[in-house]
């Protein structure tokens, strides 16, 4: 079954909308970001320095190179040897709306189950999986970064790089989550099953803080881009250490198993496209908002056939008003209690918060899987309606509330971690 463009003259309501997809300036004035497709035989870098152009950021999996290039210069350097295609970076923005309350949380208030964990039965997997895997499955959270001493998130925070910029950055300072969205989104797929403020949906996954987004939740195409490759390449940096050609569920390589997206934009970019389905061919399980402009069709990059697009429900299970319709699954997103900077928590709404829920039960699934066999379940694609893929499994096993089968409301419907976990493991 494929996703349907449904037309239709629903009103979008922007709640949060994506920015424009407008050429992104650089960090002067007088030049644009663009990315260069190329053929890597053919392509030659001081050709660029010659019609003034400077080489950002050269990707190591895809065939694409980004470059800062005045703007009469673009013309220039898509006639170039080796250059096939000419994309202008475009902007992709977080999916939130605002906090419910004014003041924070005091600080470290006694932990309670937020309903959305609740819903997803997460809490009915514990006795069989947290997500705990010998460090085997890692949540790459492509974000604004995470509050990385938080309390009820350090422990299960593996590693952490920025992107911003085209500039790839380990430092803590530099991946710190100056917004608030990120740190909320990690809380609901991991935060720490203790005593104090919330409990995630995998309690004892380990997560990659890869932020794509500046402080403000807004990020260049390209930079999420590079955080993608970063999910690949890990920590060490080497996408396959040991050369078996297997870098997802490997114990010998440190790729992330899940990629967790809570943002978006209108632009259809190739390269972008193309560095997701480098992931998805590893193996790679990419979950992102759908988004919240009550649109006919999520957003990209959830609209791509290799991403689990995720709609946002309500305590009563109706579909939140802004979530855009023909995602591929639902799951909580109205009134999302998580952690929040600065050692608290808060309540959000969006898509970008049922997202992690998702993730988070993707994390399960993952981990259950390989602590009994080994290795880990293959992707699979938004038609399967089996239990040998994950995306299968979210198909099957979801709570299906709209038509029977897959609706454009629902989806498949809202996903269960219980039942989920249940199915993988047979």
């Given at each position: 079954?494929?996703?349907?463009v449904?037309?239709?003259?629903l009103?979008v309501?922007a709640?949060?909308l994506?920015l424009f997809?407008?050429?992104?300036?650089?960090?002067g004035?007088?030049?644009?970001?663009?990315?260069?497709?190329?053929d890597?035989?053919?392509?030659?870098g001081?050709a660029?320095?010659?019609?003034?152009?400077k080489i950002?950021?050269e990707f190591?999996l895809?065939d694409a190179?980004?470059?800062?290039?005045?703007?009469?210069a673009?013309?220039?350097?898509?006639?170039?040897?080796?250059?096939k295609?000419?994309?202008f970076?475009a902007?992709?923005?977080?999916?939130?709306?605002?906090?419910?309350?004014?003041?924070?949380e005091p600080?470290?208030?006694?932990?309670?189950i937020?309903?959305g964990?609740e819903?997803v039965?997460a809490?009915?997997?514990?006795?069989?999986?947290?997500g705990?895997s010998?460090g085997?499955i890692?949540?790459a959270i492509?974000?604004?970064g995470?509050?990385?001493?938080?309390?009820?998130?350090?422990?299960?925070i593996?590693?952490?790089?920025?992107?911003i910029?085209?500039?790839?950055s380990t430092?803590?300072?530099?991946?710190?989550?100056?917004?608030?969205?990120?740190?909320h989104?990690?809380?609901?797929?991991?935060a720490?099953?203790?005593?104090?403020?919330?409990?995630?949906?995998?309690?004892?996954?380990e997560i990659?803080?890869i932020?794509?987004l500046?402080?403000?939740?807004?990020?260049?195409?390209?930079?999420?881009?590079?955080g993608?490759?970063q999910?690949?390449?890990?920590?060490?940096?080497?996408l396959?250490?040991?050369?078996?050609?297997?870098?997802?569920?490997?114990?010998?390589d440190?790729a992330?198993?899940v990629?967790s997206?809570s943002?978006g934009g209108?632009?259809?970019?190739?390269?972008?496209?193309?560095m997701?389905?480098?992931a998805?061919?590893y193996?790679?399980?990419?979950?992102?908002?759908s988004?919240?402009?009550a649109?006919?069709?999520?957003?990209?990059?959830a609209?791509?056939?290799?991403v689990?697009?995720?709609?946002?429900t309500?305590?009563?299970?109706a579909?939140?008003?802004?979530?855009?319709?023909?995602?591929?699954?639902?799951?909580?997103?109205?009134?999302?209690?998580s952690?929040?900077?600065?050692?608290?928590?808060?309540?959000?709404?969006?898509t970008?918060m049922?997202t992690?829920?998702?993730?988070?039960?993707?994390a399960?699934i993952?981990?259950?899987?390989?602590?009994k066999?080994?290795?880990?379940?293959?992707v699979?694609?938004?038609?399967?309606?089996?239990?040998?893929?994950?995306?299968?499994i979210l198909?099957?096993t979801?709570?299906?509330?709209?038509?029977p089968?897959?609706d454009?409301y629902?989806?498949?419907g809202?996903v269960?971690?219980?039942?989920?976990?249940?199915a993988?493991?047979g």
């Amino acid at each position: 079954m494929e996703r349907r463009v449904v037309v239709g003259g629903l009103l979008v309501l922007a709640l949060v909308l994506s920015l424009f997809a407008v050429p992104t300036a650089a960090k002067g004035s007088d030049t644009v970001r663009v990315v260069a497709l190329i053929d890597r035989d053919d392509f030659r870098g001081d050709a660029v320095r010659g019609i003034g152009g400077k080489i950002v950021y050269e990707f190591k999996l895809i065939d694409a190179v980004v470059i800062d290039i005045p703007p009469n210069a673009v013309g220039k350097l898509a006639k170039l040897e080796g250059v096939k295609n000419v994309e202008f970076d475009a902007q992709a923005q977080l999916y939130r709306g605002g906090p419910r309350w004014l003041v924070p949380e005091p600080t470290q208030p006694a932990q309670e189950i937020p309903w959305g964990i609740e819903r997803v039965k997460a809490p009915d997997t514990w006795s069989i999986t947290t997500g705990a895997s010998n460090g085997v499955i890692e949540v790459a959270i492509l974000d604004t970064g995470i509050d990385w001493d938080h309390p009820d998130l350090k422990d299960n925070i593996a590693w952490g790089v920025s992107t911003i910029g085209g500039e790839v950055s380990t430092d803590p300072a530099d991946w710190y989550d100056g917004n608030g969205h990120g740190t909320h989104v990690a809380g609901t797929i991991a935060a720490l099953n203790n005593d104090i403020g919330v409990v995630g949906v995998a309690p004892n996954v380990e997560i990659y803080a890869i932020k794509v987004l500046d402080d403000r939740g807004s990020g260049a195409y390209t930079d999420i881009a590079i955080g993608i490759e970063q999910a690949l390449l890990g920590p060490d940096g080497i996408l396959d250490k040991d050369g078996d050609g297997i870098i997802v569920g490997d114990p010998d390589d440190d790729a992330a198993e899940v990629i967790s997206m809570s943002l978006g934009g209108p632009s259809d970019d190739e390269y972008l496209h193309d560095m997701i389905i480098k992931a998805y061919n590893y193996g790679v399980v990419i979950v992102a908002a759908s988004g919240n402009e009550a649109a006919d069709q999520p957003s990209y990059p959830a609209i791509y056939p290799e991403v689990i697009a995720v709609g946002a429900t309500d305590s009563s299970d109706a579909v939140a008003y802004f979530s855009n319709l023909q995602p591929e699954v639902s799951a909580p997103g109205v009134d999302v209690l998580s952690t929040y900077p600065d050692d608290t928590y808060e309540s959000l709404s969006g898509t970008s918060m049922a997202t992690p829920h998702v993730s988070g039960v993707v994390a399960l699934i993952q981990a259950a899987y390989y602590n009994k066999y080994g290795k880990v379940l293959p992707v699979g694609t938004f038609d399967d309606m089996n239990t040998n893929t994950v995306r299968g499994i979210l198909h099957v096993t979801a709570d299906d509330l709209g038509d029977p089968g897959w609706d454009i409301y629902y989806g498949y419907g809202i996903v269960r971690a219980d039942l989920a976990v249940q199915a993988a493991l047979g």
